[in-house]
Every structure is written in structure tokens, then in C-alpha cells.
């Protein structure tokens, strides 16, 4: 059975630190893996997604994650926090053996210090 | 239309009555999930549909629960009977293509309250 568990339900980072929000996943066959954010008072909208071409996936707004077989990992990164990036971000997976579900993790609020 | 559109956007109703929550997804998209989103978790899959057929109502919790499509583009979730642990926000999204590896696009939701 997929599972998703994303650790931090809240990250706090000053204007311009490096942010990193963790998310492991359980599957049992090769993956599809995405990170989806929500605005306050907006609905969830596509970061990126991991498909089984480059490990290495870069997304909008500066982020990119990495798809670590080895360690079930896809953790969400950037190099530089601006304010606007104070949002829920929830990872996702999905695969063949689960139907057609997407199963999504709790979900990690970042803050973003001036 | 521009995006995925839900209505109502809030639905407060009393234990036992029924509900209808619409989706209208982005025109021709193939496919449409329903999710369950309660208060400070993620969104749990409900069920799935690729044009008119549900594939998937695997994450419906009960039978008082029940989804349709019927003209492969709007689709209604009903709730009878609805309960106080049916309180959550109701979230619908739509992708281009069938199956669960595209991008899914996301309403605003329905906040359903069961007083």
C-alpha cells in the first residue's frame, strides 16, 4: 500500500536560508511523486512531479526535489526563502497498484521570517 | 472555463440532511478526483472517475456516500444522512489525461459543516 509521510507539520525559515521540507514515501512498484502547495485562500497547485525520467525534478518558483530510490525520499528544496513562499506544501504519490489514487501527506506550513 | 469551479464554496447542514456538492472541471479534461480534506491533514482520496465511469470508489467512506458524472464533465458528490464527522472541506480536481501520473488541477473546495 502507498503511504506518505512528511516530517515537520511546520518549518520556519528566515528570508533568504535555504529551505528543505522532507517527505517519505512507502510504494511498491516505481513511483509517480509530486509536491503540490496551497496558498492561503487558494486551492493546491502543481510544484513539480517526479515520473521516472530525472531524479533531479525542478518546479516553479525556485524549487526542485530529488527522487532518492535508496532512502524512499523526495524531499523539497530551495536555495533562497522569499516571503511569498509562506504556504502548505503537501507531497503526494501515486502508482499503478494503488488504482487510481493519489495519496497525499498531511502536509508541512512553512513560515518565512523577515 | 479558466479552472476548476465548486459550489457552494460553504455548505452548513443540520445531522441527517442531505447534500449535493458540484465540481465543474476544466473543459475536457478526462479526468476527476473527489478528496476529503479534514482540518489540518492532507486531502484523502474519495473516487475517481476517467470521462463518465468511476474507476475508483475505493476511498468513499460509506455508502451514504456517492459520486456521479454522467455526462463525463460535471460531476456531484452527495452525502445523505451526513453525520458530524462528515464535517471537512470537499475538494475536486481535474487532469488532461486518464490515470493518476499528470497534474491535477484543483477547485477551491466546499467547506461542509454537519451541525
Known amino acids: 500500500a502507498q503511504s506518505v509521510t512528511q516530517l515537520g507539520s511546520h518549518v520556519s525559515v528566515s528570508e533568504g536560508a535555504l529551505v528543505l521540507l522532507r517527505c517519505n514515501y512507502s510504494s511498491s512498484v516505481p513511483p509517480y511523486l509530486f509536491w503540490y502547495v496551497q496558498y492561503p485562500n487558494q486551492g493546491l497547485q502543481l510544484l513539480l512531479k517526479?515520473?521516472?525520467?530525472?531524479?533531479l525534478v525542478k518546479g516553479i518558483n525556485g524549487f526542485e526535489a530529488e527522487f532518492k530510490k535508496s532512502e524512499t525520499s523526495f524531499h523539497l528544496t530551495k536555495p533562497s526563502a522569499h516571503m511569498s513562499d509562506a504556504a502548505e506544501y503537501f507531497c503526494?504519490?501515486?502508482?499503478?497498484?494503488?488504482?487510481?489514487?493519489?495519496?497525499f501527506g498531511a502536509g508541512t506550513r512553512l513560515f518565512v521570517k523577515a | 472555463g479558466a479552472g476548476v469551479s465548486q459550489s457552494p464554496r460553504y455548505k452548513v447542514a443540520k445531522r441527517g440532511q442531505d447534500v449535493a456538492l458540484r465540481c465543474d472541471p476544466i473543459s475536457g479534461h478526462v479526468s476527476l478526483f473527489w478528496y476529503q480534506q479534514a482540518l489540518g491533514q492532507g486531502p484523502e482520496f474519495l473516487t475517481y472517475?476517467?470521462?463518465?465511469?468511476?474507476?475508483?470508489k475505493s476511498g468513499l467512506p460509506s455508502d451514504r456516500f456517492f459520486a456521479e458524472r454522467p455526462e463525463g464533465s460535471v460531476s456531484t458528490l452527495k452525502i445523505q444522512r451526513t453525520q458530524q464527522e462528515d464535517s471537512a472541506v470537499y475538494l475536486c480536481?481535474?487532469?488532461?489525461?486518464?490515470?493518476?501520473?499528470?497534474?491535477?488541477?484543483f477547485g477551491p473546495g466546499t467547506r461542509l459543516t454537519v451541525l
Open positions: 480536481a481535474s487532469s488532461r489525461l486518464g490515470g493518476g501520473r499528470n497534474e491535477q488541477f
Open positions: 517526479y515520473t521516472s525520467a530525472a531524479t
Open positions: 472517475f476517467q470521462n463518465e465511469a468511476q474507476l475508483d
Open positions: 503526494a504519490v501515486s502508482d499503478h497498484t494503488g488504482g487510481f489514487k493519489t495519496i
